[in-house]
């Protein structure tokens, strides 16, 4: 209903933070995502997207109104109930704008020259994605898209675009710009197809606007991100993704090292080489080799300064681009040790082995103990010592897959779905470098328990 004589007028003030403003000033992108941490303003920056900019940018139909038609859709009806379709109301309140209707989730707001229709829809009833699947649709908002499928998101691309149709504008293209598909969304893992869509590989049209905790801080109590860092405290991979607004990890099972703190173990500045003796890990077998370059401080810190995860590529190959990096990293006549897992020496009939390929390149590499448990617990000792206050080990931040498996890539599988899990972790684009990690720690750390049967000494008999 449009604004009568009879109403006060709405004092409606949306202030967009700095992210923000560039997303809704982008006109070009097919579609555009808007992630970020807790409360940042994303679904009502959506609504007004929606509502007050993309209506605007449809031709007028035959009757001199412009009308549209965008899908609200959210995972499950209780999330789209409780918090997208209240934002949308309480932003855009019936009085002044329109009429929704209760049957069947529409909004329908009408204002002089213009009407947009938002059809809201959960996807946890398959009547309701049947429906959706069949609209005519200008664009549409997918709130927490996170929660999403891959698949129904693809096909809602296919019902955009539609509305207003030819027959109703007269015109050979209904749109003024592109009509586009709103994301928004708390950060998932690097996993997600989100991650692969906007950041791996980026599909042409796909644009993505991270915003910071700073983006609507001024709009949320002054406490609500301290407050809210010490209630994720000891949940560091929801603190980092929904607190912090960072990409995450997704957790297939039970974590390896609980004891690992990102703030603590993860080194604020990147790391420098120096000129004392090279440590390198290396996990030389299979097609996945992976290699941590590692150096100790004159303290006894462990820096872990690089990480190299190969995929699909052969161990010669392989080998060469870590040597070649540390060649130009480090000081000429700076000594190396190496380490790697014992399988990596036994060879196939007379096939070489990983390691007598390594040997071509100059490197001897040295066994570590290849028992798990001797291997974790090498790890976590240096992850739990902290003397003078320093952590016993220090990871440069550009290692993103090192610390993705600390903090739960690494795991161990459950079996089934029984609550039991395994003993040994799963064989993932995380294990190859942890194990990588793990061969020099039994080395460098790893003291061989003394046999007791050979300290006895002679009983002296006091009397
Ligand atoms: N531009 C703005 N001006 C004033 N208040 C705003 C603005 N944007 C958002 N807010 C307010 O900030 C709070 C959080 O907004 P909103 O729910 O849109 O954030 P969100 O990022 O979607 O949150 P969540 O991560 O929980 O889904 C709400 O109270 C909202 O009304
Ligand atoms: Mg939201």
């Known amino acids: 209903m449009p604004p009568t004589a009879a109403l006060q007028p709405l004092d409606l003030i949306y202030t967009a933070g700095p992210v923000t403003k560039r997303f809704h000033e982008d006109v070009v992108s097919r579609v555009k995502l808007l992630i970020g941490p807790f409360g940042t303003g994303k679904t009502t920056a959506a609504g007004w997207d ?25 995972n499950t009806w209780p999330q789209l109930r409780d918090t997208t379709i209240k934002t949308y109301t309480n932003w855009f309140p019936e009085l002044y704008f329109g009429k929704y209707t209760v049957t069947d989730h529409k909004y329908l707001i009408r204002q002089k020259g213009w009407e947009v229709e938002l059809i809201f829809k959960a996807l946890d009833e398959p009547e309701s994605v049947r429906d959706l699947l069949s609209l005519e649709l200008t664009g549409a908002h997918f709130d927490e898209v996170r929660e999403i499928d891959e698949t129904i998101f693809t096909h809602l691309m296919g019902r955009t675009k539609r509305y207003p149709s030819k027959k109703e504008t007269g015109d050979e293209n209904s749109f003024l710009t592109t009509p586009q598909v709103v994301l928004t969304t708390n950060y998932p893992s690097t996993q997600h197809w989100l991650y ?188 739990t010592y902290n003397p003078n206050g320093e952590p016993a080990i220090l990871v440069d931040p550009s290692c993103t897959t090192l610390i993705d498996g600390f903090e739960g890539g690494y795991a161990y599988p459950q079996i089934g779905s029984s609550g039991v ?26 003291t061989p328990p003394v046999d007791q049967t050979r300290l006895k000494l002679p009983s002296i008999g006091i009397v």
């Open 50 to 74: 929606l509502i007050m900019l993309a209506s605007q940018r449809v031709k007028k139909s035959k009757d001199g109104v412009r009308r549209s038609r965008f899908a609200v859709i959210r």
């Open 196 to 383: 692969k869509k906007f950041v791996e590989t980026p599909l042409d049209g796909y644009t993505i606007y991270e915003q910071t905790q700073a983006e609507n801080s001024h709009n949320l109590h002054p406490d609500y991100y301290t407050d809210l860092e010490r209630d994720f405290a000891d949940r560091p991979d929801m603190l980092r993704t929904l607190v912090r607004g960072q990409w995450g990890v997704t957790v297939m099972g039970r974590q390896v090292y609980t004891e690992f703190r990102r703030e603590t173990h993860v080194s604020k500045k990147p790391l420098k080489p120096m000129r004392t003796t090279v440590i390198r890990g290396w996990d030389n077998t299979g097609l996945s080799p992976a290699c941590v370059i590692t150096q100790l401080s004159p303290t006894g810190q462990w820096l872990i300064l690089k990480e190299f995860c190969g995929e699909d590529v052969g161990i010669l190959d392989f080998t060469e681009m870590v040597v070649s990096w540390c060649n130009q990293a480090f000081h000429q006549g700076v000594f190396y040790k190496d380490y790697c897992d014992p399988a990596g020496k036994a060879r196939q009939s007379n096939l070489k082995s990983p390691a007598d390929y390594m040997k071509q390149l100059g490197i001897m590499v040295a066994d570590g103990i290849q028992d798990f448990k001797i291997r974790r617990e090498m790890v976590a000792k240096r992850l």
């Open 421 to 446: 899990y395994k003993p040994e972790p799963a064989k993932n684009r995380y294990s190859h470098i942890h194990d990588a990690l793990q061969y020099p720690a039994t080395k460098l750390l790893w």
